[in-house]
């Protein structure tokens, strides 16, 4: 198993770093009144950014009569989470964009898992109007970012894990922590360490699976109740969408009553599947 580990934090150190410019610009956007231009300024250094970043835009919004052709223009469509959305996209796509052979999942599932839990996370933290929703949303879209590292070591050992799974009735952590000597939580985060994303985002991230650490605080608990649901709805759900459910401890410091999660639930889904169409063109 210490090899195991030995070869995982090898891997991390191959993967390349978050790009600066998308660091500065996601604290631009921290701001609700970040001046536009300001934020297009910061962006339009770094040609590889802009260039998929508009073109996501454009082929997100096939239905715009004209093409987008600047960043300001895009601003000016975007409300800031789009913006924050394109942007992770721009420079995180590479990583996120690739099929993980392991946990069973196609690119377009990671995509839709990530972008699900963008959204719930959005609703939900617009609900109990949390301190931070930048963090929650960033950190809803990155979670499970340690998959993409881990699944070069996964793929061969996913008989073993899931045989432990359904024979020993493990938990896909568990079992990954038992094979792998780690798992996709700590590795995630240890990713988003060394590109330097901020504590609290890192924090949610370590603990999306970890019941006693997810309820510590409310950025954390956002991040893996919106996980939950879309777990339970089974949007992007691989060979670890197995046995979930809602700690009541969760619910509480996320600050929900169940009748409003009930309207996070059916609003959430509408919403997704709305952008789905929209940003995805499916
Ligand atoms: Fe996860
Ligand atoms: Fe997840």
Redesign the pocket.
């Known amino acids: 198993m210490v090899k195991v580990l030995e070869y995982v934090f090898e891997e991390l150190n191959s993967v390349p770093n978050f790009p600066e410019t998308a660091f500065r610009a996601l604290r631009m956007l921290e701001d609700e009144n970040v001046n536009f231009h300001d934020l297009a300024k910061v962006i339009r250094y770094d040609a590889t950014i802009t260039a998929n970043f508009l073109k996501l835009v454009n082929s997100a919004y096939i239905g715009l009569r004209r093409k987008v052709e600047s960043l300001t223009q895009a601003f000016a469509l975007l409300g800031l989470n789009q913006i924050r959305f394109f942007l992770i996209a721009a420079c995180a796509g590479q990583y996120l964009n690739r099929p993980l052979r392991g946990y069973d999942l196609s690119p377009y599932e990671v995509w839709l898992h990530s972008l699900g839990c963008g959204v719930f996370a959005e609703l939900v933290s617009e609900k109990i109007k949390a301190e931070h929703q930048d963090h929650i949303f960033t950190a809803a879209l990155l ?2 970012i340690g ?1 993409i590292v881990l699944d070069l070591f996964v793929g061969g050992e996913l008989e073993v894990i899931r045989e432990l799974v359904e024979e020993e009735g493990l938990s896909f952590m568990e079992a990954e922590i038992m094979v792998l000597g780690t798992d ?2 700590v590795v995630g985060a240890e990713l988003l360490r060394r590109w330097g994303f901020p504590q609290e985002i890192i924090f949610a991230v370590r603990a ?2 970890d019941e006693d650490w997810m309820v510590q605080n409310q950025t954390s608990a956002v991040v893996a109740l919106a ?1 939950t649901l879309v777990n339970l709805l089974g949007i992007g759900m691989g060979a ?1 969408g197995l046995s979930y459910r809602i700690p009541p401890a969760l619910l509480k410091t996320v600050g929900l009553k169940d009748k409003e999660l009930f309207d996070v639930i059916t609003e959430g889904f509408l919403r997704y599947q709305n952008l789905k169409e929209n940003l995805l063109n499916k």
Request: net charge negative; no cysteine; hydrophobic share 10%.
């Open positions: 979670h499970d998959k996709h939580a999306h699976h996980n670890d």
